[in-house]
């Protein structure tokens, strides 16, 4: 099994950075690709940046050059830092992991609970 624990979100003024976590625990031998998701109420779940296994990173044009994506693989844990936030930056942010349990075996999809950012203007 394989818990994943988002954190660093809250309420911060428009303009002012932030930075989330997203820490995998359990059954992890190693975290291959990592994104990040953000949902508004009433809308669908968006990518807003991604990393794939090799490093290339990906971003929405929405948060190109205010949105970093990375990874620590000795703490299992992926970070999205968000600077010059925006009130339209408001939503629910959702880390997606897709994990190896083993070396020799596939790879599963894991999502985490979600984190609310909010940004006053």
């Known amino acids: 099994q394989v818990q994943l624990v988002e954190s660093g979100g809250g309420l911060v003024q428009a303009g002012e950075s932030l930075s989330l976590s997203c820490a995998a625990s359990?059954?992890?031998?190693?975290?291959?690709?990592v994104a990040w998701y953000r949902q508004v109420p009433g809308q669908q779940r968006v990518l807003v940046a991604s990393?794939?296994?090799?490093?290339?990173?990906n971003y929405a044009d929405s948060v190109k050059d205010r949105f970093n994506i990375s990874k620590d693989n000795a703490k299992n844990t992926v970070y999205l830092q968000i600077n010059s936030l925006k009130s339209e930056d408001t939503a629910v942010y959702y880390c997606?992991?897709?994990?190896?349990?083993?070396?020799?075996?596939?790879?599963?999809?894991?999502w985490g609970q979600g984190i609310q950012v909010t940004v006053s203007s």
């Open positions: 997606k992991l897709i994990i190896k349990y083993t070396n020799a075996g596939g790879a599963y999809q894991w």
């Open positions: 359990g059954r992890v031998f190693s975290i291959d690709s």
């Open positions: 990393a794939a296994s090799g490093g290339t990173t």
